[in-house]
């Protein structure tokens, strides 16, 4: 006889999330018991979430969590097939809770994540449930947590899309201010996409190829140039600051010292020429910095100053130690579908 009733049907909904064509075809296999209709529901989710995992999951959204006293701050990405499932409050929801259960149990990577347990079961098989549920593939992609025993920590999510955390060091009086600050300074990197927080963390090898790839760009402007006839663009000797020895900077000091007095510039304002074209320089020599180092970067909420100026404008006790960006699906290959060859193929059987 078949079990499953309105009432049986609404209350197996509500244990389990699941459809309710689902919940009635449980019931009705299950004579209306809702113990077995449950077991029966698990059991037929986790071989539909078999069937999704082996689709690729790209969209999704990125959720960041940071506890009451802000010296804890956690990052996730989970991934899901299409946006129109990343924008669902189921979705939104498990998201949050996911990014709850790693800051807690300190997981760094999916495989470790899915041996934890959470309520009552191992994590791998919750979320089979969850994408039985949702009726797409859910990957709990990257994690992080960040820490401090003597600082804050604060970060910012755009549109579910790109997700900063940042953590400083700073003086107990400037707590308060250091987190706003934090907040700002993440969002300006949300947009300006650093990769490093000082330039003095920049890679050698990466500093040599982009030292020419930067080079030869100017050079085939100058080409350009020529030919329109406009003046030409300076051809740096250096990307970065990391690249400027007191050595470097007293040489090129000699050289433009050398060029004022051949044009008959007096001794006595050579110097204060001096400033300013050593500052000028400096600047055409560093321009991987602004790039790539978040300190150096012109910050996007007051252009007037730098990213490390505006840190010390709020307390020169602050420093930024450590720094993290995700960008949405980043790294994924996500596969092309050619719909005109479907419907070709289709067309052809």
Known sequence: MAGATPKLIKELREKSGAGMLDCKNALNECDGNIDDAMKFLREAGLAKAAKKSGNVAAEGLITILVNEDSTKVTMTEVNSQTDFVAKNDQFINLTKEITSHVQAHGCTESSEL??????GTTFEEYLNGKIATIGENIVARKMVTISTDNGVVNGYVHMGK????????????????????LKKVAMHAASM????ISYKDLDADFIESENKAIIADIEKENEELVRLKKPLKNIPQFVTRQQLTEEAIEAAKKEMRDELLAQGKPEKIIE?????KIARWIEDNSQLD?????????????????????????????????????????????KEE????EVAAQMGK
Do not use: W
């Not at 899915?114 to 309520?119: G, V, W």
């Not at 107990?172 to 250091?178: C, I, L, P, S, V």
């Not at 204060?272 to 300013?276: H, Q």
């Open 114 to 119: 899915l041996k934890t347990t959470i309520n």
């Open 338 to 341: 050619d719909f005109a060859a």
């Open 272 to 276: 204060n020429i001096l400033t300013g």
């Open 193 to 196: 996409k650093p990769t490093v």
């Open 290 to 334: 602004k790039t790539h180092a978040l300190l150096s970067q012109t910050y996007v909420m007051d252009d007037s100053m730098s990213v490390e100026e505006a840190i010390k404008a709020v307390d020169s006790s602050i420093e930024i130690v450590e720094y993290v960006r995700f960008e949405l699906g980043e790294g994924i290959e996500k």
């Open 162 to 181: 790109v997700g900063v955390i940042l953590a400083a060091t700073c003086s107990d009086a400037a707590k308060e201010k250091t987190v706003d600050l």
